[in-house]
C-alpha cells in the first residue's frame, strides 16, 4: 500500500495556469494534435503584433506612436522651417530672389543663420508626444471596430474612417503647439522661446488664436490622412504580402503614402499657414482672416491660382520622409515594446 502510494504520489500531474496559457507539468506528456508539431503550436501562441483583440493593444499604440511623432517632426524640422518661409512671404511682398528653396536657405544663412531653421522645435516635441498617442492610439482602435482589417471596400472605408476619427483627435492637441512653431519660424521672429511665445499671442490675440485654424486644419487633415492612411495600408499589403515585420516595407509605403497625401492638400495648408500667421502680419485683411475659404480667397487674389501650390515641393519633401520615419518608427516601437525590449528582426513573424 505505501509504495503504490508513494508511486502515486511521484506521479502526480500539477496543473499551472499562466495568463496567456495553461500546461501540465509531470510525468504525463504534453499532447499534441496530430501532424502538428510543436514549432507550429509556438507560432500559433504569439501574439500578431498587427491584430491583437480590441484595445488590447491600445497603450502600446499609444506609446509606440508617441515616440515615432517626435523622431518625425525633429528629424524634418528644418525642412519645414523652410516651407513655412515659402508660403508667409507669399501672403506679403517678397524679394524677388526669394522664390526657390535654395534662395531661402541661402538668405536664412546669412542673415539669421542656419540655427534659426531649428527656432520652435521644442515647441513640436512638446506637442508631438502627446499629439501622435492620441493619433496612433484612436487608429488602431478605430479600425480594429470598424473593420478596418478587412478586404475590400469594406477594409478601405474603415480606414479611412479610422485615419479620419484619429486625425480630430491628435490636432486637437497639436494645434495651439503648430501655432507656436509657426510665429517662431517666420523670418526674423521676436519670440525666441515657447513660453514667451505663448504668452505674447494670448495677450494679444486670445485664446482662440490658438485654435482660430483648427477647422481649417480638420479641413486638411481628415483628407490627408484618409488619404495616407489608406495608401499605406494597401502599398504595405501590396509589398509585403505575408505581413512580417519589415522596415524597409514601412519606410517605402509610407513615404510614398505622404507624398501623396501632401500633394493633394497643398492649397489646404497654405490657408491654414495664413491663418496661424495673420497675427505676425501688417496687412489687415490677413489680419482678419477667420476662416479658409477668405484664406483661399486671399491668396488668389494676391499670387493667383500659382499661390495655391506654394511650396507644394517643400511641403512633399517634408512629409514624405516625415511619414517614412513616422510609420517605420511606430511600427519598431510597437514590436519593440510588446517583446519586452527585445530588438525586433527583419523578417521575423509578425
Same mark, same amino acid.
Given at each position: 500500500?505505501?509504495?503504490?502510494?508513494?508511486s502515486?504520489s511521484?506521479?502526480?500531474?500539477q496543473?499551472?495556469? =499562466?495568463?496567456?496559457?495553461? =500546461?501540465?507539468? #509531470?510525468?504525463v506528456?504534453?499532447?499534441?494534435?496530430?501532424?502538428?508539431?510543436?514549432?507550429a503550436?509556438?507560432?500559433?501562441?504569439e501574439?500578431?503584433?498587427?491584430? /491583437?483583440?480590441?484595445?488590447?493593444g491600445?497603450?502600446?499604440?499609444m506609446?509606440a506612436?508617441?515616440?515615432a511623432?517626435i523622431?518625425?517632426? +525633429?528629424? %524634418?524640422?528644418?525642412?519645414?522651417?523652410?516651407?513655412?518661409? /515659402?508660403?508667409?512671404f507669399?501672403v506679403?511682398p517678397s524679394?524677388?530672389?526669394?522664390n526657390? %528653396?535654395?534662395? =531661402?536657405?541661402?538668405?536664412?544663412?546669412?542673415?539669421?543663420?542656419?540655427?534659426s531653421l531649428?527656432?520652435?522645435?521644442a515647441?513640436?516635441?512638446l506637442g508631438?508626444? $502627446?499629439?501622435?498617442?492620441?493619433?496612433? #492610439?484612436?487608429?488602431?482602435?478605430? &479600425?480594429?471596430?470598424?473593420g478596418?482589417? #478587412?478586404?475590400?471596400?469594406?477594409?478601405?472605408?474603415g480606414?479611412?474612417?479610422a485615419?479620419?476619427?484619429a486625425t %480630430?483627435s491628435s490636432?486637437?492637441?497639436?494645434n495651439p503647439?503648430?501655432?507656436?512653431k509657426?510665429?517662431?519660424?517666420? *523670418?526674423?521672429?521676436p519670440?525666441?522661446?515657447?513660453?514667451?511665445? @505663448?504668452?505674447?499671442?494670448y495677450?494679444?490675440e486670445?485664446?482662440?488664436a490658438?485654435?482660430?485654424?483648427?477647422?481649417?486644419?480638420?479641413?486638411?487633415?481628415v483628407?490627408?490622412?484618409a488619404?495616407?492612411?489608406?495608401?499605406?495600408e494597401s502599398?504595405?499589403?501590396?509589398?509585403?504580402?505575408d505581413?512580417?515585420?519589415?522596415p524597409?516595407?514601412?519606410?517605402?509605403?509610407?513615404?510614398?503614402?505622404?507624398?501623396?497625401?501632401? +500633394?493633394?492638400?497643398?492649397?489646404?495648408?497654405? @490657408?491654414?499657414?495664413?491663418l496661424?500667421?495673420?497675427g505676425?502680419?501688417?496687412?489687415?485683411? %490677413?489680419r +482678419?482672416?477667420?476662416?479658409?475659404?477668405e484664406?483661399? &480667397?486671399?491668396?488668389?487674389? *494676391?499670387?493667383g491660382?500659382?499661390?495655391? &501650390?506654394?511650396?507644394m515641393l517643400?511641403?512633399?519633401l517634408?512629409?514624405?520622409?516625415?511619414?517614412?520615419?513616422?510609420?517605420?518608427?511606430?511600427e519598431?516601437?510597437?514590436?519593440l515594446?510588446?517583446?519586452?525590449?527585445?530588438? $525586433?528582426?527583419?523578417g521575423q513573424?509578425?
Amino acid at each position: 500500500m505505501s509504495s503504490s502510494t508513494s508511486s502515486s504520489s511521484s506521479s502526480t500531474t500539477q496543473f499551472h495556469i =499562466h495568463p496567456h496559457s495553461a =500546461h501540465l507539468t #509531470g510525468s504525463v506528456p504534453p499532447i499534441q494534435p496530430a501532424g502538428e508539431s510543436s514549432v507550429a503550436l509556438e507560432e500559433e501562441e504569439e501574439h500578431d503584433y498587427e491584430s /491583437l483583440p480590441v484595445g488590447s493593444g491600445w497603450a502600446v499604440n499609444m506609446a509606440a506612436g508617441a515616440m515615432a511623432g517626435i523622431s518625425e517632426h +525633429a528629424a %524634418i524640422f528644418p525642412v519645414d522651417s523652410i516651407k513655412v518661409s /515659402l508660403i508667409f512671404f507669399c501672403v506679403r511682398p517678397s524679394p524677388p530672389q526669394l522664390n526657390t %528653396i535654395m534662395q =531661402h536657405v541661402r538668405s536664412i544663412s546669412t542673415t539669421e543663420g542656419l540655427r534659426s531653421l531649428w527656432r520652435g522645435v521644442a515647441s513640436v516635441i512638446l506637442g508631438a508626444g $502627446p499629439a501622435h498617442a492620441a493619433h496612433f #492610439g484612436m487608429y488602431e482602435f478605430i &479600425r480594429e471596430i470598424s473593420g478596418g482589417r #478587412g478586404e475590400g471596400w469594406s477594409g478601405v472605408a474603415g480606414t479611412a474612417l479610422a485615419g479620419a476619427a484619429a486625425t %480630430i483627435s491628435s490636432d486637437a492637441l497639436m494645434n495651439p503647439f503648430d501655432v507656436i512653431k509657426q510665429r517662431m519660424q517666420i *523670418r526674423n521672429s521676436p519670440h525666441r522661446t515657447v513660453l514667451s511665445c @505663448a504668452k505674447t499671442v494670448y495677450a494679444r490675440e486670445g485664446l482662440a488664436a490658438f485654435y482660430v485654424s483648427y477647422p481649417t486644419t480638420l479641413t486638411m487633415s481628415v483628407p490627408f490622412t484618409a488619404v495616407q492612411f489608406t495608401a499605406y495600408e494597401s502599398l504595405k499589403t501590396l509589398l509585403n504580402p505575408d505581413g512580417s515585420y519589415s522596415p524597409i516595407t514601412h519606410c517605402t509605403a509610407g513615404g510614398i503614402a505622404g507624398g501623396l497625401a501632401a +500633394a493633394v492638400t497643398t492649397p489646404l495648408d497654405v @490657408a491654414k499657414t495664413l491663418l496661424q500667421t495673420r497675427g505676425s502680419n501688417s496687412d489687415p485683411r %490677413i489680419r +482678419a482672416a477667420r476662416s479658409m475659404g477668405e484664406a483661399l &480667397r486671399i491668396i488668389k487674389d *494676391r499670387d493667383g491660382w500659382r499661390g495655391l &501650390r506654394r511650396g507644394m515641393l517643400p511641403r512633399v519633401l517634408t512629409v514624405a520622409p516625415s511619414t517614412a520615419i513616422s510609420w517605420m518608427s511606430y511600427e519598431f516601437f510597437k514590436v519593440l515594446i510588446r517583446q519586452n525590449g527585445h530588438l $525586433p528582426e527583419s523578417g521575423q513573424a509578425a
